[in-house]
C-alpha cells in the first residue's frame, strides 16, 4: 500500500501520526484479516461510500470522486482492511441546485466525477495541461478534523470551465491531426454508434433537454411555458410535424453545445471503465445504487411509461408523507398484453437496471417497495404558499396519498384500469395488484442476465409493510433482508441477509449510542431514557454472551459485560463485533474513519437539511485514520480489535456445535488461535 504524503507546504498543522504498518506488515496484515473472514464465511464487507464522498489527493476538484485516482488510493486502503468492495450511491447527472443523488439521471453519467487530472495524460490527447490543472483545480485545505465537505456550487464552476476547455483543447488537437486526438476520437466515435444511434438518441435528447433547461432557467419541465417543449420527445415519437421541426431546430442551432455534452459523457464513461479495470486486478468490487425514481431530464424523455400528474413518496404516521418528486412507473405500461412483452414503463426499468450494472458488479435496490407497492401521491392535492412550502397537514387539506393498489380517485374508483395484464397478488378486499410482476418478470430476470444471483443483490427493503410488498417479497420471493441492527441483534437472523449498523441516512455508531428522550418517573423527576443504549440489540448481556458463548471462558464473558456496560465506546466495538460475525456486512466510510463530530452525518433522511450530502473524506485520510487509532480518545474502528472479538466469537459458536468432538474442538483451535493472535498484535500496532 502506498501511503499518501504530506505537502509541507500547504499543511498549516504539526504533523503528529500514528503508527502505520510497514509495508511488510501491512502485507501480512492484510492476509491476516482476509484469513479471519475466510475461516468465518464471510462473503461480503462492503464499505458505504456515496461517490461525492471520495477524498482528493493533491489537487481538488471541491467533490469527490469514485473514479479518479484518489479513490484508487482509497480503494486499496479499505482492502488492505478485509473489505472486498464498496456501495456506492447513485452515479448519475445531478439536478443543478439538487445535491441529492436520488433525485439524479438513471443513465447519464456524472460529469463531476471526471478525474480532471487524468485529461493532461496522452490516452486523454493531453486536452488539459499542466497549467491549466494548476489554474482551474485547488490544493486540498489540511485541518484538525477529519471530515471535509463537498462544495458543489464551486465544483460545477470547476467543472464548466474546465470541461469547456478541454472540449476546445480537443476539437483543436482533433483539427490538428494530433495523433493521440484521433485515436482518442476513435474511441469517441465508438461509444457514439453504441449510446446515440437511430434506435436510442439519448445523448441527443439529453443533450436538447439541458439546453432548454438552460433556456427556461429550471429542469422542471412541467413549469416550462411552452407545450411542445414540455412534451418535444413524447410528440415526436408520436409524429407531430411541429414537435420534429423544433426538434431539429433546437439540435442544428444548438450543435457544439450538444456535441460538447456528448463527449463529457463518453469522458466520464471512458474513466469509470478504467477504474473497473482497475478494482478487478485487485478484486474490489462496487455496488451501483438502482434508485427508485429518475431525474427530470428522464422523466422528459420517457413521459409515457410514467402515471401523470403523480409522484412517489413514503408514509410518514401523522404526517404529510415524504414526497420525492419523482414518477411512478405506469402499471398498465409495464407490459404488452399478456404475452409479457415489456411495455413503455417495463423497458424504461430494465434499461435503469441493466445501465446501473454496466461497469458495477452488483447492485443495491433501493427502495424496493416503490416497485412492488409504491407509496404514491397525488400532486394535485399538495397545495403550497407563497414561498413555495407545503401548506397541507395531516388534519388539514390532507395530502392524497396512499399505497398504489388501495388509491382511488375523488369518485372512489381505482386510479387505473388494470384490465390488459393478468395479476399475481389479490387483496383482501378483492382488488389487484399488478406491480408485483415486476419482480418476476423484469428485476429478477435481468439479475440473471448479468450472471447476478438476486440473493447477492442488497434489496432497500426498510420501510412500511403494506400487506402486498409483505406477500410478494417476503412470502413469494423470500428475497433477503437488509438488517439494521440499530435496531435489533444479529442472533437468529438469516444467513442470507445483508446487516449493517446505520446506512447513508444514519448517524454513527458513537452518536447512536448517545440518543435519549427526556422522560419523567413517577415522582414527577426528568431523567434520561437513553432508548438506543437501552434497546434490546444493544443489551450488554445479550453482547457479552453473544461474542462469549464458550462456557469455559465465563470468567472473560463476565469481565466482557461489564466493560461495555459501563463504557458506550466499547459497547460500540461489541456491536461492530457482533456485525462482523456475519456473512454479509455494510459499514458507513464515517464508522470506518471515526467522523462523530456532533451534527456532522452525510444525511439524514426525509430532511432537507442544508448540509445533506456534503460530508466528505479529507485528503489526508490515512494519517488521520493512524493518527485517531493512537490517541487518547479513538473513535475510528480499528479493524484487527474488532475481527479479533468476531473471530473469537464465532470461534465459540463452533466448538459449542462440535460438543464432545474433541478432536474437532483441537482443529478449531489450531486453526483459529494463530489468526486471533496475529490479530491482537496488530490491533497493538495500530494503537502504538
Known sequence: MRVLGIDKKTHTLTASFGRKPTEAEADDM?????????????????????????????????????????????????????????????????????NSPYNSSAFAKNRLFIDLQALQNSDYAEILDEKDIDNLLLTPKHTDKNYTYTDFNKANEIYDNALEKAFIGFRTKLKNGDANALELNKEFQIFLKSNDNKNNKRLTEEGIFNVLAEE???????????????????????????????????????????????????????????????????????????????????????????????????????????????????????????????????????????????????????????????????????????????????????????YISNMRSADGKPIDDYKNYSCDFTHKDGHKTYHSNIMNEIVLPTLKEHNLNPDDAVWEDVCSQPEA??????????????????????????????????????????????????????????YKDYWTKNSDGWNPDYLAGYLNMDPSRIKERNSFRNKIAEDDKERVKAKFAELLTTKKFQISFADILG??????????????????????????????????????????????????????????????????????????????????????????????
Open 469 to 526: 410488498f409483505s406477500k410478494v417479497y417476503y412470502e413469494n420471493l423470500h428475497l433477503p433482508r437488509l438488517m439494521q441492527t440499530e435496531w435489533a441483534r444479529v442472533q437468529g437472523g438469516s444467513e442470507k441477509d445483508w446487516y449493517l449498523l446505520g446506512s447513508h441516512d444514519s448517524i454513527p455508531g458513537l452518536q447512536m449510542i448517545k440518543r435519549f428522550n427526556i422522560k419523567h418517573d413517577t415522582n414527577g423527576n426528568q
Open 216 to 402: 427556461y432557467g429550471t429542469e422542471n419541465f412541467e413549469k416550462w411555458p411552452d407545450n411542445t417543449d414540455r412534451n418535444l420527445i413524447l410528440l415526436v415519437k408520436q409524429g407531430d410535424i411541429n414537435a420534429c421541426i423544433r426538434y431539429n431546430n433546437l439540435y442544428n442551432s444548438n450543435k457544439k453545445e450538444i456535441e460538447k455534452y456528448k463527449f463529457e459523457q463518453f469522458i466520464a464513461t471512458k474513466q469509470i471503465k478504467e477504474n473497473k479495470e482497475f478494482r478487478e486486478k485487485i478484486g474490489f468490487k462496487y455496488f451501483s445504487d438502482m434508485l427508485v425514481g429518475c431525474s427530470k431530464m428522464d422523466h422528459w424523455r420517457h413521459q409515457d411509461a410514467f402515471i401523470k400528474g403523480y409522484q412517489i413518496g413514503a408514509y410518514e404516521y401523522m404526517k404529510n408523507p415524504q414526497m420525492w418528486d419523482s414518477p411512478i412507473l405506469h402499471p398498465r405500461k409495464l407490459f404488452k398484453g399478456s404475452n409479457k412483452e415489456l411495455g413503455t414503463a417495463g423497458l424504461f426499468l430494465k434499461e435503469k437496471l441493466d445501465n446501473a450494472l454496466e461497469f458495477c458488479e452488483n447492485v443495491r435496490i433501493d427502495h424496493v417497495m416503490g416497485l412492488i407497492e409504491p407509496y404514491i401521491i397525488d400532486n394535485s392535492s399538495i397545495i403550497f404558499d407563497s414561498n413555495g412550502k407545503i401548506l397541507n397537514t395531516p388534519t388539514n387539506n390532507p395530502v392524497h396519498a396512499e
Open 30 to 98: 492484510q492476509n491476516t484479516i482476509n484469513k479471519a473472514y475466510n475461516i468465518m464465511g464471510t462473503k461480503e464487507r462492503i464499505a458505504i461510500t456515496h461517490g461525492s464522498c471520495f477524498p482528493a489527493t493533491d489537487k481538488d476538484s471541491c467533490i469527490g470522486s469514485p473514479f479518479s485516482k484518489a479513490a484508487n488510493e482509497y480503494i486499496k486502503f479499505l482492502a488492505l482492511y478485509g473489505f472486498n468492495g464498496n456501495q456506492l450511491g447513485p452515479n448519475g447527472e445531478l439536478v443543478r441546485g439538487n
Open 595 to 688: 467522523i462523530v463530530d456532533d451534527d456532522i452525518v452525510y444525511n439524514i433522511g426525509g430532511t432537507n437539511r442544508k448540509d445533506n450530502w456534503k460530508l466528505r473524506i479529507p485528503s489526508d485520510f490515512i494519517d488521520k485514520y493512524y493518527e485517531n487509532l493512537s490517541s487518547d480518545n479513538p473513535t475510528a474502528i480499528n479493524i484487527p480489535e474488532v475481527l479479533k472479538m468476531a473471530l473469537q466469537a464465532k470461534l465459540d459458536m463452533l466448538k459449542l456445535q462440535a460438543g464432545e468432538n474433541t478432536q474437532k474442538i483441537e482443529e478449531l483451535n489450531n486453526t483459529f488461535n494463530p489468526v486471533i493472535e496475529k490479530l491482537a498484535h496488530y490491533e497493538s500496532i495500530l494503537k502504538e
